[in-house]
């Protein structure tokens, strides 16, 4: 598949770059997409929800009533759940959702999102520039010379980019990565993935080792 290469302002440079097919074209394997997705947001998760449960209450283990002849139920100290001010019954404790996937998985989910976005033609390649200093204008300014100003947008560069990452920060729609971070859930989120030119040979030689 070639893709036009375009300057920072949108023109069509005349140039364009073949997509690597083994990485851009390949069967997409939703269940792939599904897994590794579903594996990023788990290790969103902090895991540090607690609840206080009966042991963990401060308060009287003395017996409150007696056991029968009440007419109710028989009840134990008054940090039972069933006291207001009483321990939780089985509350949430501090866990690690993360969970293992295979390297080959998580490739094959990154080719296969990669392909979606291939298919439906929604990847753009531009000319590699820099930013001389953080500015939000000249983001916006690029967004809208790709007609990309109301869309999410996943922008993937070679290395690094402290100017330009701080020039999308405040864009609610605009996300910065570099090749080697490149997931799964920023592709399938984003409604266009645009690579500078030098970022496409870098993702090449990540997702074909």
């Known amino acids: 598949m070639n893709v036009a290469i375009l300057k920072y302002s949108g023109e069509d440079t005349g140039r364009k ?12 394997n939703d269940h792939a997409i599904y897994l ?8 969103q998760r902090q895991g540090t929800h607690k609840a206080k449960e009966r042991a963990d209450i401060t308060g009287s283990t003395r017996k409150i009533k007696k056991q029968k002849g009440t007419g109710t139920a028989r009840a134990g100290s008054i940090k039972s759940p ?12 501090p866990r690690d959702y993360s969970f293992k996937l295979n390297k080959k998985v998580k490739s094959l ?4 999102a990669l392909s979606y976005k291939a298919q439906e033609k929604s990847i753009s390649i531009l000319e590699d520039f820099q930013f001389e200093a953080p500015k939000t204008k000249e ?6 010379g790709l007609s990309m100003s109301d869309k999410k ?10 100017n330009v990452f701080l020039s999308s920060r405040n864009l609610k729609r605009a996300k910065v990565t570099t090749a080697d971070r490149i997931n799964t859930y920023d592709v399938v989120n ?12 870098k993702v090449e030689q990540i997702l074909t080792k």
Do not use: H
Request: aromatic share 10%; charged share 25%; proline share 5%.
């Open 109 to 112: 989910a990154r080719k296969s």
């Open 139 to 144: 983001y916006l300014k690029m967004l809208s």
């Open 153 to 162: 947008t996943l922008l993937v560069l070679p290395q690094n980019d402290e």
């Open 36 to 43: 590794d997705v579903k594996q990023f947001l788990a290790n």
């Open 17 to 28: 770059v073949k997509l690597n097919k083994d990485i851009f074209e390949v069967e997409p």
């Open 82 to 93: 069933i006291f207001r001010g009483g321990g939780r019954a089985f509350g949430p404790q």
């Open 190 to 201: 984003a409604d266009n993935v645009v690579f500078l030119e030098s970022s496409i040979e």
